[in-house]
C-alpha cells in the first residue's frame, strides 16, 4: 500500500479479496470490490461539487451504506469528514456546519440546507487518493457542557 489515506485500506482489500463480503444491510451484500467503486465514484462526484484537499464536508445522511462510504469517499480526495445527524434540526445542522466551515452538507431530500446523493453517480474506474498521515480526516463533534458543538479534529495516522 502506497498511500497512508485511510481509503488505502479499502482500496487494498478491493485488490486483494475483491469478492469479499464487505457489507450486509438488509437484503444489500456488497464486496471490497463494489465498495471501493462506489467510493471512487462518490470521491469524484464530490470533486465535482468543488470539494477539493482540505475542503470540510458535512455529511448528514440516515443510516445507509452510502452514510459508511462516504467516510472514506470524503478523505480520498483529502476532504474532512464531519458528521452531522440527520435528525437534528435545521437549525442545529446549520450551527454545526458554520461552526465548523462545512463547504457542502450532503444528505437526504427532505433537508432543505443539504445536497442529495445523486440517483447516478460518475462512473469513474480510480481516484488519485489524497495524503493521509497527519492530515485531517474527521472532525468528532461533541456537544459538551455548553450545548454548542464543539470538534476534536481526528487525524488519518489517529485512526491507523
Given amino acids: 500500500m502506497t498511500s497512508n489515506n485511510l481509503a488505502s485500506l479499502i482500496q487494498q482489500h478491493a485488490i486483494d479479496r475483491p469478492g469479499k463480503v464487505a457489507i450486509e444491510l438488509g437484503d ?46 470524503v478523505p480520498a480526495i483529502g476532504g474532512v469528514y464531519i458528521p452531522v445527524d440527520h435528525r437534528w434540526s435545521t437549525n442545529e445542522q446549520q450551527a ?26 460518475p462512473a469513474t474506474t480510480q481516484v488519485a487518493l489524497a495524503p493521509g498521515d497527519d492530515q485531517d480526516w474527521l472532525i468528532s463533534l461533541s456537544s459538551g457542557s455548553t450545548g454548542r458543538p464543539t470538534g476534536a479534529l481526528v487525524t488519518h495516522r489517529h485512526m491507523r
Avoid: K
Avoid at 463547504?103 to 453517480?121: K, R
Fill in 28 to 73: 444489500t451484500t456488497l464486496t471490497y470490490l463494489e465498495i471501493w467503486q462506489r467510493i471512487v465514484s462518490l470521491s469524484q462526484w464530490l470533486a465535482d461539487q468543488g470539494c477539493v484537499p482540505g475542503s470540510r464536508i458535512a455529511v448528514a445522511l440516515p443510516e445507509t451504506i452510502d452514510h459508511v462510504l462516504m467516510q472514506f469517499a
Fill in 96 to 121: 454545526a456546519i458554520s461552526s465548523f466551515g462545512a463547504q457542502l452538507l450532503i444528505g437526504g431530500d427532505h433537508n432543505t440546507l443539504a445536497t442529495p446523493l445523486p440517483e447516478t453517480l
